[in-house]
């Protein structure tokens, strides 16, 4: 019975192709199929390096079903290349369920190093990198948006979000109205492209900034806001804390934080926060 083969998670450029490393390519080259994001756009980039490999396409859409028959080709020794349309697969792109699978079956999977938009981003950005929480893209539902971004008001390590430029604006006014217009924050689009460019302002900068220039709805975007300060994050004091849980009893989460606020003086993030674990839904 032959050796199972090897399913190889293989970064590939975010922008400038000469980004891409040797192991990539050789691994591309010798691959049995590469599993990519989207045939045309991976078909591009391997007849740019003059690689003829055998394509599938393995997206949100089909990864349930194809990852049992790329699992099979493994296990007859067959070796898989995994990519996405851009940077590290399976960061915020397709790739979880075969991975899974695979390793399930006790396939071998290894890293092929390279490109991320998020560590990109982060390593010019400025802001503290030592620790960050990455949350991917936020929800289009505005109402959903508020609500994930309320619960991270609080989070002292600096965040990290993808964002579609259709809703970027609508975001950062979000996050304006969540975090505070002063909150620092850097705004990353095209890296690595002809037209990269880093931006670093408040929100309330970067709002007014998004609805002016035509730039703004162009590219790929990662939006990095700095963690909340020590105070913003403080524990409750004994009075606002029993005037929260005496409006929990009452109130839903949202409106009884929102009141404390208003009756004990202090900022409504925390309180928000305090609340949700008082309600048990953090």
């Known amino acids: 019975m032959s050796q199972p083969g090897v399913l190889y998670v293989v970064a590939t450029p975010i922008g400038n192709l000469e980004d891409i490393s040797a192991r990539a390519l050789a691994v591309l080259r010798e691959a049995a199929v590469v599993a990519a994001e989207d045939t045309r756009h991976s078909g591009s980039l391997l007849s740019h390096f003059g690689i003829r490999a055998e394509l599938i396409s393995l997206h949100d859409h089909n990864e349930a079903e194809r990852a049992p028959l790329l699992v099979q080709r493994l296990q007859a020794g067959e070796s898989v290349?995994?990519?996405?349309?851009?940077?590290?697969?399976?960061?915020?792109?397709p790739g979880f369920e075969l991975v899974r699978a695979a390793r399930a079956?006790?396939?071998?999977?290894?890293?092929v190093p390279g490109a991320s938009a998020l560590i990109a981003a982060l390593s010019v950005s400025g802001l503290p990198t030592e620790r960050f929480v990455f949350e991917g893209f936020l929800p289009?539902?505005?109402?959903?948006?508020?609500?994930?971004?309320?619960a991270l008001a609080a989070e002292p390590r600096t965040l990290v979000f993808y964002e579609s430029v259709h809703r970027l604006q609508e975001s950062l006014e979000d996050m304006a109205a969540a975090f505070g217009p002063e909150r620092p924050a850097v705004l990353a689009r095209e890296l690595t492209k002809l037209h990269e460019q880093v931006r670093d302002a408040?929100?309330?900068?970067?709002?007014e900034?998004?609805?002016s220039d035509p730039a703004a709805g162009k590219g790929e975007v990662v939006l990095m806001v700095a963690g909340a300060a020590a105070t913003e994050g403080a524990a409750m004091d004994a009075e606002a804390e029993r005037v929260l849980k005496a409006l929990l009893k009452e109130l839903p989460v949202k409106h009884a934080a929102a009141l404390a606020a208003e009756i004990t003086g202090l900022n409504k993030n925390p309180l928000y926060q305090r609340a949700l674990e008082l309600a048990g839904k953090k």
């Open 81 to 93: 290349a995994l990519i996405s349309d851009a940077g590290t697969p399976l960061i915020s792109d």
């Open 105 to 111: 079956a006790g396939i071998r999977v290894t890293p």
């Open 140 to 150: 289009a539902k505005r109402s959903a948006r508020r609500e994930r971004l309320a």
């Open 202 to 207: 408040s929100l309330q900068a970067l709002v």
């Open 209 to 211: 900034w998004a609805g």
